[in-house]
């Protein structure tokens, strides 16, 4: 390779980078400590999902049973994946096997003894559903945080622990964001089967102490206050078990004031579910309607007429709730509960004032390094200061290109390059110092140098990138970055401490020099 | 301009006093550590810390007692520079987190102590909350990390190079995560994800430094089969002598760099980092190469008993690791 080619490659090498990363301000990608934002972890209890399941099970079977003409004398769900048929009658083994089996055989392993059974979820099949509804659950977070107008929202799977990660850059409404994200927003409409009662003890003695098997008892929210018009939490409902109308119905939904000029959420259905809630209010004009959210009563109208596509939350609402509430209801509920494990706001003076001391930090260190660099190797010292910096450039060209994040942490990867980056030239120099002390000639020297170093720079790279490799697979975001920075940093230095560098000596050397200065 | 005109110190002849006063530091170490317990931040061992930037001075004091009635052990410290009004204040992780309970109770209770004790405007810059199934998850992965790069490194070295070697490598990387810990706690620096980073770095900084010269003891070893190891590692130790001083002292100017101005994030990592170097240095000229040789040593004297010639014959077997 002739020195004008390799001066060609070092040049097309640092045009490329400087087109990649300039202007810096735009092309590299801040990560939130320095942008400011807030950085969210969160358990998704994927055990609601399965007893969901195991729920519209037992739902299902009761009804066949019914149908079929078949008593047992209890049916219950004893845990997220278990449920428990007690009775059976001897005469009716056979056929209640049967009927069993056809709804819940895909789903369910049955183990027997004496006119009882115990039916609990197949393993693969409860691992597909924890996975869907970690899937389901990052889909609807996406969606709701999109809605929320987040500019390049993160949200993502994180570890193996049916955790998701979501980071919000520039977000200040921490509390809101947080409440949207994990509301369940699990709209249901029952019908009103007895009640309102004023309190638990009331609605219970109505009904013999015992809540009837197709029944359940929900109450008002808790955040609805007594003068608001929504349902308070002393106000207590019998409704059916079975929904007639669910979120999965819902086309839109939309804030909008009632008739008293309140903040309402007005909601559309899809075709299916007008069809449906056309039916449901039809036969049932005169009855009550609950409108339920994550087992709260929000209010329990009554049905004037059959109505089809479209309805009206009404509670006591401020314009802020019913625009969240339309939100949630819009981007459809969460599979499962979420609880909160991770939290980290960084607010943005923070992130401007570290970007300020990181780059401060990272300038005194290259000046401390150039001078004592130029001072000690004299001229050659040029030589190292040069690689240095185009490996600088290097790293945040290739770093803009890749999309890869700057973090704080990152920029201590820029200062420890610029160490790694020393390192191969003093390693390099000393050893050029060395051989021309025994007196070759400079040319032979400087070849020489670069020769026996060769290996050893592999080697300490080699081992720095195996430590960069965990603390990637170790880390969250800042230390990732870090990981990023010092990677492509030992990376870039390859290239510059040694083909550079020596391009460069090679250059000083075709003017027929006798010395060097080093 | 050179540091050291031809040096030739007899490093090797200091092995075992070296490897004495790093017993004794790291056994201090983890006397302190073993009495006190790890300063884990909250990172690791989960809890709640918030920073608040007054308009206008505040003691530590006024804080505290503002924060008085929150129960549990609370810190409150300066945090930054005097001037920019900052307090950090910590809350250790909550005993009754009962599931689903809310995460940000403990830095909302701050914020609502703060604001009712009269003092001046604030802006609460940062919160961060762990709780305590991703502090017990980070404990969990920076161990597995630490330990996983350092057996990748050792693997390497003895690959490259040869077992013995490796530990000797290996021993000088533990001297230096032992003696960083000793001063992060000495110097009341807290263990968090940026410090473990750190530690990381200088395992991949300390080997560094130990393969120059494992490099060139390799290569010294293949021109003069005579000598014995001691003298050629010692030579070799020598030789590289100015290039590890050079190098650890410009790293050194980088990193202090970062200490002095990096900001209050990164001080821990700094401090780390500056330690490490330190003791990488060190560890590299006394240890890593000590422990090579008295490895080196004991597997010939287990393989060849009559050890009159011996040396020449480990320098010949290294030379063939060598040239394979």
């Not at chain 1, 609605?203 to 609805?224: N, R, T």
Request: hydrophobic share 45%; aromatic share 8%.
């Amino acid at each position: 390779m002739t020195l004008r080619t390799k001066f060609l490659i070092i040049a097309g090498v640092m045009s490329l980078s400087i087109w990649s990363f300039y202007p810096p301000g735009e092309k590299i990608k801040l990560g939130l400590d320095l942008k400011g934002g807030v950085h969210l972890v969160l358990q998704v209890h994927t055990d609601d999902a399965l007893r969901i399941e195991t729920e519209r099970t037992v739902e299902r079977l009761r009804e066949t049973l019914v149908e079929g003409g078949l008593e047992v004398g209890s049916l219950s769900v004893t845990s997220s994946t278990e449920f428990l048929v007690e009775g059976v009658q001897p005469a009716q083994d056979q056929a209640f096997r049967q009927a069993a089996s056809d709804d819940s055989e895909a789903v369910f392993n049955r183990s027997s003894g004496a006119g009882n059974y115990t039916y609990s979820m197949k393993p693969n099949i409860a691992n597909q559903l924890r996975e869907e509804a970690v899937t389901q659950a990052l889909q609807t977070i996406e969606r709701r945080v999109n809605e929320l107008g987040v500019a390049e929202p993160i949200v993502a799977k994180h570890g193996s622990d049916n955790q998701i990660l979501v980071q919000l850059p520039g977000v200040s409404e921490v509390a809101r964001a947080k409440e949207i994200i994990r509301s369940t927003a699990q709209l249901e409409l029952k019908l009103v089967e007895q009640g309102p009662f004023y309190s638990r003890d009331a609605a219970l003695q109505a009904v013999g102490g015992e809540i009837p098997g197709e029944m359940e008892l929900v109450s008002g929210s808790e955040d609805v206050s007594a003068t608001g018009g929504g349902v308070p939490s002393t106000l207590y409902y019998f409704v059916g078990r079975v929904a007639g109308i669910t979120g999965r119905d819902l086309r839109t939904a939309r804030p909008t004031l009632d008739e008293m000029n309140q903040p309402a959420v007005s909601f559309s259905l899809n075709q299916d579910g007008a069809r449906r809630f056309g039916q449901l209010t039809g036969a049932n004009v005169g009855r009550q309607l609950a409108i339920i959210i994550d087992d709260r009563v929000f209010s329990a109208p009554t049905v004037e007429g059959r109505i089809t596509d479209e309805g009206r939350i009404t509670g006591s609402f401020t314009q802020q709730e019913a625009q969240d509430l339309s939100l949630v209801l819009r981007s459809g509920a969460l599979p499962a509960s979420l609880t909160y494990l991770e939290e980290r706001t960084i607010g943005p003076s923070l992130g401007a004032a570290s970007i300020r001391a990181g780059v401060t930090a990272s300038l005194g260190g290259l000046l401390l390094v150039v001078l004592f660099l130029l001072f000690y190797y004299k001229l050659t010292g040029i030589n190292a200061v040069t690689s240095i910096v185009m490996n600088l450039i290097i790293l945040l060209g290739l770093m803009a290109y890749l999309g890869a994040t700057l973090t704080l942490p990152g920029i201590a990867g820029f200062i420890l390059t610029i160490g790694m980056g020393v390192d191969s030239n003093v390693l390099i120099f000393e050893r050029i110092k060395e051989e021309l002390s025994t007196a070759k000639g400079v040319k032979s020297a400087v070849s020489a140098g670069f020769d026996r170093v060769w290996w050893t720079i592999v080697d300490t790279h080699v081992a720095s990138l195996i430590a960069a490799m965990f603390l990637f697979q170790f880390g969250t975001g800042p230390i990732r970055g870090f990981a990023t920075t010092l990677t492509i940093g030992l990376l870039a230095n390859v290239f510059t401490a040694v083909f550079v560098s020596r391009a460069m000596f090679e250059l000083v050397l075709s003017r027929r020099r006798t010395a060097l200065s080093i | 301009m050179k540091i050291f005109n031809t040096p030739n110190y007899d490093f090797i002849r200091w092995r075992w006093h070296a490897i004495v006063i790093s017993s004794v530091v790291i056994l201090a170490g983890l006397g302190v550590i073993v009495q006190r317990g790890l300063p884990l931040g909250i990172d690791f061992s989960g809890g709640t810390i918030v920073v608040i930037k007054f308009a206008d001075e505040v003691s530590e004091d006024q804080i505290r007692n503002a924060v008085e009635v929150i129960p549990g052990e609370k810190v409150v410290q300066q945090y930054g520079d005097l001037d920019d009004h900052e307090i950090l204040v910590r809350l250790p992780q909550m005993e009754a987190t009962e599931e689903g309970a809310n995460l940000s109770q403990g830095a909302d209770q701050i914020v609502e102590a703060i604001q009712g004790a009269g003092l001046p405007d604030f802006e609460v810059i940062s919160t961060e909350i762990v709780g305590p199934v991703i502090g017990a998850d980070l404990q969990r992965k920076g161990i597995y990390a630490t330990l996983a790069s350092i057996i990748g490194i050792t693997l390497y070295i003895a690959f490259r190079f040869r077992p013995s070697f490796a530990l000797g490598a290996i021993a000088a990387t533990f001297h230096d995560i032992l003696v960083t810990l000793t001063f992060l706690t000495f110097f009341g620096y807290e263990l968090s994800l940026n410090v473990v980073a750190a530690l990381l770095t200088i395992t991949g900084y300390s080997v560094n430094d130990t393969i120059v010269i494992f490099d060139r003891v390799r290569e010294n070893l293949r021109g003069r089969r005579r000598d014995s190891l001691e003298h050629i590692v010692n030579t070799s130790v020598n030789q590289t002598l100015s290039r590890t001083v050079i190098t650890a002292g410009t790293t050194f100017l980088a990193v202090a760099s970062l200490f002095f101005f990096g900001g209050e994030v990164l001080r821990g990592f700094a401090f780390t980092m500056l330690v490490g170097i330190v003791s990488g240095t060190y560890s590299t000229i006394f240890i890593a190469a000590a422990i090579a040789i008295i490895l080196s040593k004991r597997r010939r004297s287990t393989a060849a008993p009559a050890s009159s010639a011996s040396s020449s014959r480990v320098a010949q077997k290294a030379g063939r690791v060598q040239t394979s």
